[in-house]
Every structure is written in C-alpha cells, then in structure tokens.
C-alpha cells in the first residue's frame, strides 16, 4: 500500500471511532471527511484523528470526488441507505455489520454492489482474527476431517445497552443481542464450517431482565428512559446442507457465567476457540489429546486494523474480499428467521 486510500467516514459514534483508529493506526487509509447530524460528535472526532473536512449529512460528504471508499457506521436500519447512495456515488463501502434489518434491503444491497462495480464489504471482524485465520487454514488441509456439528456462544454477565438509544428499539435495531452480537459468533462459526447453505432454523427468544432495567450497563445508547422492545437472550438450532447443525445462544445479561467461545467437532479432530486460543481435541492411540495453540501470540491484534487492511487491499484488487456481502446476506436471513421461528413458535424453513 504505497498510497492510503482516501476515505469518508459516515457515522461519528462509538463504533466509527474504532474504524477511524484503525485508519490512523493503520495508515492503510487517509480520514478525508466524517458525517455525523450530531455536530459535537463531529468536531471531536475531527479533531481527534485529523479530519479536515466535516459535515450534517453524509449526501454532501458523497458528492467529495477526493473520496475513494466510506465506512457506514450509522444505527442498523440506515446501513442500506447510506451504502446503497455510496455505491451509487462510485465509492467502495465498508458497512457495519448487520447488513440490514430486512431482507429485501440486503438485497437491494446486493443489486447496488452489482450495478456500481464498486466493493460492498460487512464488518464481520471476527473473520479477520489470527484465530480465525488459522483454523479456516487447518479445516480446508483436512485436518478435521468432515465438520458435522458447531456450537456458539456470546453470553454477557451485564451489557445491556442504556436506555434512551437506537440498540433497544427494535424497529431502528432490528433486535437485541442476536443480532447485535450474535451476528460475530453466528457468522465466524459458518465461515469456518465453509458456508453451507442454511436450511432451516429453530429459534428462541427471551426478554427477562432488559424491561425491568436489570443488567444494564454503560457500554451505549444515552442516560433517560427509552424503549426496550427487544430480546435480552436468544438461542437457536441452524440446519445446513450435508447433515451440518449449528447450535447459538446469545445474551446481553444473564445470571449465569460470561463467555464467548466457539466449539467445533469434526469426525477426525475437534476445537474449542476462546479468547484468541485454539484448543484442538482428538484421540491418538486410544487415548484423548487436547493441545492448546495461540495464533496471534505475541502481535498487537486489533480486529478493526485487520479489517480494514483487507479492505483496503480487497477494494484494490490486490486480494479476494473476505467478507463478501453475499455471504453477509445469508448471514441477514439466518437471523430474520431466528426472530421470525421464536414469533411463530416453530421451524422456519429456509
């Protein structure tokens, strides 16, 4: 990357700050201008990470022909506006993860990303990580023989966001944390299954603590009362061609142990992955082997820096995409009917 590529960054808030550091720390891209309808927001960040150029609406940051690519970092049911103006106005479009809250928006997506000829990619970070890296690496060697069976998990202790914000409506959110974080788990652990094709999906949702303002944390949203019309747990059982299954439980508070983790069990070797540790577990000789490895030992690893990097060198054509907005479609109807299966109380077909 001789040149950083020149980029606009619509959307000043928690999230968006992660990309602008990224950008900085980085230097795979140059921060050219930030859109945000909250100015003070703006200012701070543009005086934070240099940006020279600000403004209320990201339709006047669009019309910059010094801008190569965005970042869409805007609340969930925005994302398919403001990618889909992007794409149109000829710049390459790192959009937040969920894709969308509708399908038919996801789609729209999709025909946009066709007709520019521009790069749609989804912050899916979790594909980004060393671990990830290396596990995909070691299934696609054969060293797990056929995987059958994965289990994922994003359980918070306390984390739900403040009252007051866009994350508890559903209408602006789309849901609560199945598809707040649930999206990461969901999606890295298809990614390393090799992206079947879902079939069918049984879900569960359940909202306990959220209404009563039990396990709410600081972490976003703003002080005052708001609506929470949104799950605080989901679960859920995802069919796959080739006789694969996916079992998901997700929370943003609960009275039980934090943990995010991923287990995958495959007919020669199987694996537990957490906290950037990979525990493989097989049997040799009649006996049970675990063996623990640790792929991004000893590096600085942020997942926003490595998104970006791929970004970058994806909207370049120096490397495949590795979060395509395709897969990120899939990934928007896996959890439309995991909502959809916990409404009707039964098996949504895919």
Known sequence: ????????????GRNAEGHMRAAV???????????????????????????????ASYEELLE????DAVIVSVPNFLHHK?????LQAGKHVLCEKPMSIRMEWAEEMLEAERSSGKLLQIGMTSRHRPETHWLKAAIEKGDFGRLYYARAQYIRRSGIPRFGGWFTAKELSGGGPMIDIGVHVLDQTWYLLGTPKPLSVFGVVHSELGHRKVGVNSWAGAEGEG???????????IRFEGDVTMALEVSWAAFTRPERSIQLMGTEQGASVADGNVTLMTQRDGEDVDE???PGAG?????????????VKAARGEAACVAPADQAATVTK?????????????????
């Open 1 to 12: 990357m001789d040149q950083p590529m020149r980029i606009g960054m619509i959307g000043a």
């Open 82 to 86: 403001a990618s889909i103006a992007a």
């Open 227 to 237: 609506n929470f019309d949104v799950e605080d747990h989901a679960s859920a059982l």
């Open 299 to 311: 590096q600085n690893v942020n997942a926003f820096e490595l998104q970006l990097e791929a970004f």
């Open 334 to 350: 896996m959890l439309l009917a995991i909502y959809e299966s916990a409404q009707i109380r039964r098996e949504v077909h895919l």
């Open 292 to 294: 623990t490895v640790s």
């Open 64 to 67: 910059r022909s010094d801008i």
């Open 25 to 55: 720390q980085t230097g795979a891209a140059r921060l050219v201008a930030v859109a945000d309808p909250a100015e003070a927001r703006v200012n701070v960040c543009a005086e934070k990470y240099g940006i020279e150029h600000t403004y």
